[in-house]
């Protein structure tokens, strides 16, 4: 049996910091409510000129750079991202063009903060079938160019930055045992941003109102959320046959520290199986998972044949899991 393992881990985030006090200085808020709410300390910022397909590209080089994969190598190039460097082209045929990738498809998926996990199963299904032997995947966005900095309630969450992942068709029992996605577009409302698609292009009208920017009911937001990803996770145990102690460490969307304390509770996670990074970067969207991943392959926190529990939620609604043994 062929399984699509991951060969190669990299993220990169601009070097802009944004942090709590420097908020303080624009919006009515303070560190420690933002703290004690979100878990965030600070976040990474784009400079003018920074584009998400500028994180991505970098992040793709790290990945490829420890799989010890060449840019002719790669059969396809999947883009989770909300925020592309431009309608079209896709982001992911901007870093193919910048990679030299020239044998790769090329494509984006947008499913919000899950965008990630869209995109590992649907590169898990061309490795699986046998369409594809390595394929990138890169989770990236640069959000503060779609926040409202007048709106407190959202311009404190969120970061820019990208994760990458190198999948690789390989024998054996290690690599993604299964995947699980969920949409509910019935709360497309809840969290989303009304200008600049084909019901409302920019116009002066719709700068104006601010409408280029995402809105979000945060409170309602996160009581679904929680609900979704505890959802998704018990599927994934429940598709596989595991117990919630087999579990080697849960990497979920970095969206709240209160959400993912919320999910380790329900799931009887002790904290240790748990990563966490959303101090450092806030909710990086599409990026939050394989960023994850990366700092937690890098630093250590995951060993070979470990079980790996992915899980996140985002705009679509959309939720989803996955479970990969290292
Ligand atoms: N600083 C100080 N006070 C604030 C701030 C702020 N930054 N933001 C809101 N408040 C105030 C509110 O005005 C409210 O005041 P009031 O009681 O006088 O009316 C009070 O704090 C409580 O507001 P809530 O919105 O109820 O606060 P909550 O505890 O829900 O935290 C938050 C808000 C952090 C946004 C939380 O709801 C959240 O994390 N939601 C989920 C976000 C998420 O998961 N999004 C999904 C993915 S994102 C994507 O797909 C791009």
């Known amino acids: 049996m062929y399984k699509a393992r991951i060969i190669g881990t990299g993220s990169h985030v601009p070097e802009k910091v944004l942090t709590n006090k420097d908020l303080e200085a624009i919006v009515d808020t303070s560190d420690e409510w933002i703290i004690t709410r979100t878990g965030i300390k600070e976040r990474h910022i784009a400079s003018n000129g920074e584009a998400t397909s500028d994180f991505a590209y970098q992040a793709a080089l790290n990945a490829m750079e420890m799989a010890g994969t060449s840019p002719e190598e790669i059969d396809m190039i999947i883009v989770g991202t909300i925020t592309p460097d431009m309608?079209?082209?896709s982001a992911a045929c901007l870093i193919q063009s910048k990679l030299g990738a020239k044998r790769a498809a090329a494509f984006d998926i947008a499913a919000g903060c899950t965008s990630f996990l869209f995109a590992l199963s649907v590169a898990d299904s061309?490795?699986?079938?046998g369409n594809a032997e390595k394929i990138l995947i890169v989770g990236a966005e640069t959000l503060s160019k779609i926040t409202n900095y007048e709106d407190r309630g959202t311009c404190i969450l969120f970061g820019d930055g990208a994760g990458a992942?190198?999948?690789s068709r390989e024998k054996g029992d290690r690599g993604i045992l299964s995947t699980h996605l969920f949409s509910d577009g019935s709360y497309g409302d809840l969290?989303?941003?009304p200008g600049g698609g084909s019901a409302r292009p920019a116009s002066k009208e719709s700068i104006e109102k601010r409408e280029h920017y995402l809105r979000m009911d945060g409170n309602k937001v996160f009581k679904i959320a929680v609900k979704s990803l505890e959802e998704a996770a018990l599927t994934a145990l429940s598709h596989n046959d595991l117990t919630r102690e087999s579990i080697d460490l849960l990497i979920s969307h970095q969206a709240n520290f209160r959400i993912i304390?919320?999910?380790g509770k329900r799931l009887d996670l002790p904290p240790e199986k748990i990563f966490i990074n959303i101090d450092k970067y806030g909710n990086t969207s599409s990026a939050?998972?394989?960023i994850a991943i990366d700092e937690a392959n890098r630093q250590n926190r995951i060993k070979e044949n470990n079980l790996i529990l992915l899980d996140a939620f985002g705009a679509g609604f959309t939720w989803g899991s996955a479970v990969l043994r290292w």
């Open 165 to 167: 992942v190198v999948l």
């Open 191 to 193: 969290l989303y941003m």
């Open 126 to 129: 061309f490795i699986k079938n």
């Open 261 to 263: 304390d919320a999910i």
């Open 87 to 89: 309608i079209t082209p």
């Open 288 to 290: 939050s998972v394989p």
